[in-house]
């Protein structure tokens, strides 16, 4: 069982930043995909952006150019650089890692608010 903890989450004004990082409690330099997905009250949970094993990223078209995924093997880190922020990005984040097992996993959310 992989325990995923995600940080970085907070109230930020619009147009500001934010680094969200997810820690994973095992090695994830095997997994098939990490990535971000959000979910803001009353809608589905959206796949923010992801990476593959080979480094291969995709973003949401609502993020491109503003948020930049990336993971750091030896530390067991994804992390997610958020700019330009946005009131309508305002969601619970979560990190999510698929390994080629096909076993899955999700952190438990972290919050971010964009003031306007």
């Known amino acids: 069982q992989v325990q995923l903890v995600e940080s970085g989450g907070g109230l930020v004004p619009s147009g500001g930043s934010l680094r969200l990082s997810c820690a994973a409690s095992?090695?994830?330099?095997?997994?098939?995909?990490v990535g971000w997905y959000r979910q803001a009250p009353g809608k589905q949970r959206e796949s923010v952006a992801t990476?593959?094993?080979?480094?291969?990223?995709e973003y949401a078209d609502f993020v491109k150019g503003r948020f930049t995924i990336s993971r750091d093997d030896g530390k067991n880190l994804v992390d997610l650089q958020m700019g330009s922020l946005q009131p309508e990005d305002t969601a619970v984040y979560y990190c999510?890692?698929?390994?080629?097992?096909?076993?899955?996993?999700w952190g438990q959310g972290t919050q971010v608010t964009v003031s306007s």
């Open positions: 999510n890692v698929q390994f080629w097992s096909g076993k899955g996993y």
């Open positions: 095992e090695n994830i330099f095997s997994a098939k995909i």
């Open positions: 990476m593959r094993g080979s480094g291969m990223t």
